[in-house]
């Protein structure tokens, strides 16, 4: 998968997930707050009926004590009175744990069964005081009694014509009560419900340590709690919600709990009571209902992922089949706009794959050979080449390709009817755009007009070297006519004197032998120079042989022998040893030396004849190259001709004819050399030459000077 891709996959999943979180948690919350809610509302309800029921508790005592009240046995306290609170008692005695008269200061008239002593004072106690300033009914806080029962005390004002005449009150188990209305309050595994007086002393909680504590103590420092309780001791109603970690000195970690409290009226005091639920209620209540909810938002998840999945997956394949197929006909296009550039062009072009074997031929190429396409993919074009161009072709072709280069090459290809043409056919490796090798192009021009003016041209140039051969046997003649006379004269006189022997009749064997041999070796010598002249003559075609210079150069000294006597010149030479031999035309390099030297002979004809010398010379250039020169003492070179020495028929003698240094430098070329001449120091000129060592360094280099030498091979076609 592309990176991009990948990339695009991830943020998907990541937004699923996150989906899936956010669903997940706004699912919980929105249940989590109706949990609560519901909490609140059962806990309120709860609290509501405990409330209620409390107050009609003491509602129902406070009514039964004030009909008792009004009884006037009661008010004034006699023996009657005592005998009716007795019977109020016994009636009752399931629920309260002792009835007592107090009078106008509150100090204790009568109490049955007999707990506390007549005559106790008991309007140091709150609720009494609050009896004995208010006149109205009160409840005490709860106590512990001294049988170490919880209990409350319930006081109802006595009057005689409206005037405070004491109370009559009865002590009330409040454990009693507290089973009866608290204890039950169970909600959850941890709810439970507590109670506070309005002094926020606690009446009551299942933890027993915690009762006749004030409820600051208990929650000391717990702004929330505190708030509830004032609201509480306010004698408001409503639900809160609260956290804490300690409970008076003890640390209980952290904890939050939902509360819900209701006054309870109790005639002119209150109490406050609260239910209370710890929050892991609540959680707990929620497990499944979240376990569930994780299941099916999973389940979400993992669809959301298959789906998102399967659709990127579509969603690719589409891009990519588009892309592709826009590809293709992009393709399509260019190979069409290739094809009809490649039939319309003037070229022949063709194309190889990696295989090296050819997969395309333009127009351009069939129409010359005349063959179909498939005649000629593959290795089929090879039939068309010429025999003898085939295997150099077949070798440039493979050598470049395994190089992956370029390469240029001529060759003959057979035509439509028959004959051959010659192309020059260039071909490049293809390379895709990231650089992967695709095989090769190429593309040739039919040359075969400029090979025939080449031919033309060197026919021209043979012919006229021929004539310029001809032409230095001219130069010569004097001094081959001498050359020949000796060998000539020699024959004469021997065969004279040899006969006038016989006819004196003193010839002895071995004397007539002695002039034979001298007449042999003088026709040998004749004949010698004869076939010297012949081959500078002939009209031989260009050879190449393997040679070494130093034989031509000396071959030439003997040639230019008895000109440079008739002349008075001396040549010298000074020769390398280790001469590397050459590729070349013998007849040809002798020519070129004869002209160097005939024309240092000429440029010597004014030079005083004890300097007339000239010195040919051969190095080896340590390069693949050997360099001849010649240098005479003669007038030397007028630096503004220096040019034009090279021209055909620049001359400055009367009789010259100027094609000898234009023949020079042809051939010195056609043999991969070339010629420069100057002025040497010391007065007169210095030509100086290199030859090639060897054959070329590639094909392709041969088939170029090829195409400009003069020693090209016969035609071909
Ligand atoms: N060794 C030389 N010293 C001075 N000038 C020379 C020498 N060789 C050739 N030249 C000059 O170059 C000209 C051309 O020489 P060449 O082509 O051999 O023709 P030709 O010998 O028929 O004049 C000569 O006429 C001569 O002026
Ligand atoms: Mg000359």
Redesign the pocket.
């Known amino acids: 998968m592309k990176p991009r891709y990948k990339t695009a996959f991830i943020v998907l999943a990541l937004a699923i997930a996150g989906g899936c979180v956010f669903l997940f948690n706004s699912f919980y919350r929105d249940a989590k707050n109706v949990a609560i809610a519901k909490l609140n509302q059962q806990q309120l309800i709860h609290a509501r009926e405990v409330a209620l029921g409390i107050e009609d508790f003491f509602g129902t005592w406070i009514r039964s004590l004030s009909s008792l009240s009004q009884l006037d046995v009661i008010i004034v306290g006699n023996a009657v009175g005592k005998r009716y609170q007795q019977l109020y008692y016994e009636a009752h005695r399931e629920q309260i744990m002792a009835i007592t008269r107090l009078d106008e200061r509150g100090v204790i008239v009568d109490s049955y069964p007999a707990r506390d002593e007549v005559g106790t004072d008991l309007s140091h106690q709150k609720y009494i005081r609050e009896l004995l300033r208010d006149h109205r009914a009160v409840v005490s806080n709860v106590f512990k009694t001294i049988e170490g029962v919880d209990a409350v005390a319930l006081h109802v004002p006595i009057f005689r014509d409206g005037e405070f005449k004491g109370s009559i009150g009865i002590l009330i188990n409040f454990e009693d009560l507290a089973r009866r209305y608290l204890d039950p309050i169970r909600i959850s595994q941890t709810g439970y419900a507590w109670v506070i007086d309005h002094d926020g002393t606690v009446l009551y909680t299942p933890n027993q340590a915690y009762i006749g504590k004030t409820i600051f103590a208990v929650m000391k420092g717990n702004e929330a709690l505190e708030a509830i309780v004032k609201d509480m001791l306010d004698g408001h109603e409503g639900v809160a919600r609260y956290g804490y970690d300690k409970l008076v000195d003890r640390n209980v970690g952290p904890a939050t709990k939902y509360v819900a409290y209701m006054p309870v009226r109790l005639g002119p005091t209150s109490w406050s009571i609260c239910i209370a639920s710890a929050e892991q209620d609540i959680f707990a209540d929620l497990v499944t209902f979240r376990n569930k909810l994780a299941v099916v938002i999973g389940g979400l998840f993992v669809c959301g992922m298959v789906f998102a999945t399967l659709g990127a997956k579509a969603w690719l394949i589409v891009t990519e089949e588009r892309k592709r197929r826009l590809a293709e006909e992009k393709l399509r296009e260019s190979e069409a706009r290739f094809r009809t550039v490649a039939d319309t062009a003037p070229v022949m072009i063709w194309m190889s794959d990696t295989d090296k074997l050819c997969c395309f031929f333009n127009q351009g190429w069939l129409q010359f050979t005349g063959r179909r396409l498939d005649q000629e993919l593959g290795n089929g074009w090879s039939e068309g080449v010429h025999a003898e161009d085939s295997e150099r072709c077949h070798k440039v072709y493979v050598t470049s390709f395994d190089a992956r280069e370029s390469f240029t090459m001529e060759y003959r290809l057979r035509r439509k009817d028959g004959s051959y043409g010659w192309v020059l056919d260039t071909g490049t490796p293809r390379f895709s755009a990231d650089n992967v090798f695709l095989g090769y192009i190429g593309s040739c021009i039919d040359i075969s007009d400029r090979k025939a003016s080449e031919l033309e041209a060197q026919r021209h140039r043979a012919q006229l070297a021929h004539l310029s051969r001809v032409?230095l046997m001219g130069e010569m003649s004097a001094s081959l006519a001498h050359e020949l006379n000796q060998p000539l004269t020699g024959i004469v006189s021997n065969s004279a004197a040899g006969r006038r022997l016989i006819d004196a009749a003193r010839a002895t064997l071995p004397e007539l032998r002695e002039l034979l041999t001298d007449i042999n070796a003088d026709g040998r010598r004749a004949s010698e120079v004869v076939r010297g002249i012949r081959s500078m003559v002939k009209k031989g075609e260009p050879t190449r042989q393997q040679m070494n210079v130093n034989d031509i150069v000396t071959s030439v000294v003997k040639i230019v022998h008895a000109d440079a006597v008739l002349r008075a010149c001396q040549v010298q030479i000074s020769l390398e040893a280790d001469l590397p031999r050459i590729d070349g035309d013998p007849v040809q390099l002798q020519q070129v030396l004869l002209?160097?030297v005939?024309?240092?002979f000429?440029?010597m004809s004014d030079t005083p004849v004890d300097l007339r010398k000239v010195m040919i010379a051969t190095e080896s250039n340590g390069d693949r190259t050997i360099r001849v020169s010649?240098r005479?003492h003669?007038?030397?070179?007028p630096e503004p001709?220096r040019e034009r020495?090279?021209a055909p028929f620049?001359?400055?003698?009367t009789?010259?004819?100027?094609?000898?240094?234009?023949?020079?430098r042809s051939i010195i070329e056609s043999h991969g050399g070339m010629i420069e001449?100057e002025n040497a120091a010391g007065g007169?000129?210095l030509?100086h030459f290199t030859l090639s060592v060897h054959a070329p360094v590639s094909e392709t280099r041969v088939e170029r000077a090829a195409g400009v030498a003069l020693t090209e091979q016969p035609a071909r076609t």
């Open positions: 032409a002209n160097l005939l024309n240092g000429d440029a010649v005479d003669g007038s030397g070179i001709l020495l090279f620049f001359t400055t003698k009789e010259g004819i100027g094609m000898g240094l234009a023949i020079v001449a007169g000129a030509f």
